[in-house]
């Protein structure tokens, strides 16, 4: 460019804003392809029902979802055969199973993050630490610090069992340490596996064929921080955050730990519970952007995935163009519905639209997840990507 350098246009945050300032991912080793499920599903709980079988086709091609990962494997349950039983107590051998791989995943999204990053490890100061997939004290946090080489001054958080919205409450939580704590760099994981809820077939709970056709394992981590240095390298910034219940709505995801592992059941009036709420919710995250022209359409969307039923009915409701939720879908359909992980995914994918769109891209958007309360979680998220 005859020796002129070409100025970078990446919007600067706002000072004492926490940022994101990179982002990393993982996954267990075993990939299960959607077309491949039900004949192993059925073969690993040695069900011959055909009535099971042909539900769990059906589910299989309405969830969207084509590849998700699996800690789950043919070792382990040659290992552990009874987690095949119906009936069977098996907590304990769940929890052995679970406990280890969440920190393994976790340790390998944290690695990839901190490496993106580019800072030394010992500059993080705080840690929250997000899954609904293990128990134990000590938590999962301190195996993870520990494994990480963290100092033993590292301020910990942990969040457990909050479900599909844990990964934007642990945003929320993340941008209150940075933004109070200046100087402080905040490491986000969220690491989640479906061993705990994993059971043979049983018609009497036809949620468990959902979740065997929808959910998945992983892990992600992101570092935020507030007042990004020169070497350090911010894409989104976390403007303003919100948590709000439903009354009267907290039996419509209901989550129960026995000695078989964690049972759920889920209410089929989910998807209408937020879309009758959705845009009020929405419109209050949307008031802190000091823009009262601004629609729907005028941003970008970063929606947890619970389900394609929940994404068409937000989509229907705000009148938002098919695009919108375009990220969403793509990480439904490649990792399936992995809890409080996913919002994680859509980020990164919604980092790289809004790169592709260059000048085009919108400033301003949302995150949002739903779960267990009903809860809302919602970000308004301000876009620092450079085109």
Known sequence: MNGVEKLSTRRVANPGKATVLALGKAFPSQVVPQENLVEGFLRDTKCDDAYIKEKLEHLCKTTTVKTRYTVLSREILDKYPELTTEGSPTIKQRLEIANEAV???????????IKEWGRPVED??????????????????????AKLGLRNDVNRVMLYFLGCYGGVTGLRVAKD??????????????SETTILGFRPPNKARPYDLVGAALFGD?????????????CEAPFM???????????????????????????FK??????????????????KLMGKAGDESMEFNDMFWAVHP??????????????LEREKLESS?????????????????????????????????????????????????????RSLTSP
């Open 237 to 263: 910034e976390l403007h303003y955050a919100v948590q709000q219940f439903l009354p009267g709505t907290q039996n419509v995801i209901d989550g129960r730990l026995s000695e078989e592992g964690i049972n």
């Open 177 to 190: 340490i940075a933004e109070n704590n200046p100087g402080s760099r905040v490491l986000l994981t969220t």
């Open 124 to 145: 993080i100061t705080h840690i929250v630490y997000v899954s609904s997939s293990e128990i134990r004290l000590p938590g999962g946090d301190l195996y993870l610090s």
């Open 218 to 230: 992983g892990a992600a981590a992101v570092i935020i921080g507030a007042n990004p240095k020169e």
């Open 103 to 113: 920190v393994e995943m976790a340790l390998e999204a944290s690695l990839g993050c």
């Open 266 to 283: 889920l209410g089929r009036d989910l998807p209408q519970k937020i879309e009758e709420n959705i845009e009020e919710f929405c419109k």
């Open 329 to 381: 879908r793509r990480a439904l359909v490649n990792y399936g519905n992995v809890s409080s992980n996913t919002i994680l995914y859509v980020m990164e994918y919604m980092r790289d639209e809004l790169k592709k769109k260059g000048e085009a891209a919108q400033e301003w958007g949302l995150g949002l997840a739903f779960g267990p309360g009903i809860t809302f979680e919602g970000l308004l998220i």
């Open 306 to 319: 619970g389900g394609p039923a929940i994404l068409n009915r937000l989509e229907t409701k705000l009148k």
